[in-house]
């Protein structure tokens, strides 16, 4: 004896259900796994802090003439300097232009405030010491641009890859003599989606980034390329 499966109203109402659920599980995991996104052909406009390592920009030692025989006696060494650019926490405006979905254009300035350290050794008379030295300005005008790569974090995190050059100038303590040079920068870091991302609505997140940084010229007491890091977190919107 055969027996068929009735097919009653609430049974097909289940599966209507069953099957509208699905469909919504679905959709909200494959939009889980998009990458937020910015919107190309639009604005967005950043405020945030950076944090720049210290470097070395010299070295010098003192020395008086010997008194051993002849005219090539060895020079005594009265002691040794090492000078650096200290680290500092400075404030940042950007303004960024979307040129595609992943590829956006970046126009920054920041200013800080360091010092030029000096550490003076190989006093036989005195012990090691550390100086703050003088307190300098320094004004960073930056230009340079994001790729955020296909790569699915999450449906809020949103990788890139960053490079640019940025014009520097700076002055010394009593602002009577300004010092320029070049600045160039690589390095990567996320976005933060806090809303937006997904084609609809104005994004607005944080983001965080760290780079290496190559200096040259500028304040120095060698003619040398000069390598340092620098660590950014801000706040974006989109416009």
């Given amino acids: 004896m055969s027996h068929a499966i009735r097919n009653d109203p609430p049974i097909r109402f289940a599966q209507f259900a069953l099957i509208c ?3 919504v599980v679905s959709s909200g995991v494959a939009r889980a796994q998009e990458a937020p996104i910015l919107r190309a052909h639009r604005f967005t406009i950043g405020a945030g802090l950076v944090w720049s390592g210290a470097y070395d920009i010299g070295e010098a030692t003192a020395q008086l003439r010997g008194n051993g025989p002849g005219a090539s006696a060895p020079p005594v060494t009265l002691f040794t300097t ?3 650019v200290t680290s500092a926490v400075s404030p940042e405006l950007r303004v960024g232009f979307a040129m595609t979905r992943r590829v956006v254009l970046e126009f920054g300035v920041s200013m800080t405030q360091p010092h030029i350290g000096v550490a003076i050794g190989g006093d036989t008379e005195a012990p090691s010491q550390q100086l703050p030295g003088e307190k300098i300005e320094q004004y960073l005008f930056e230009g340079g641009a994001t790729w955020q790569p296909p790569i699915r974090i999450g449906s809020r995190i949103a990788p890139f890859i960053a490079g640019g050059a940025a014009f520097l100038r700076q002055l010394h303590e009593d602002r009577t003599l300004a010092e320029t040079g070049q600045i160039y920068h ?11 991302g997904h084609g609809t609505g104005r994004a607005v997140g944080l983001r965080g980034e760290a780079r290496v940084n190559f200096r040259h010229d500028g304040i120095d007491f060698e003619n040398t390329m000069r390598t340092y890091s620098t660590f950014l977190l801000s706040i974006f919107v989109g416009l």
């Fill in 21 to 23: 659920v699905a469909m």
């Fill in 82 to 84: 090492d000078a650096r």
């Fill in 186 to 196: 690589a390095g990567g870091g996320v976005r933060y989606f806090l809303r937006g």
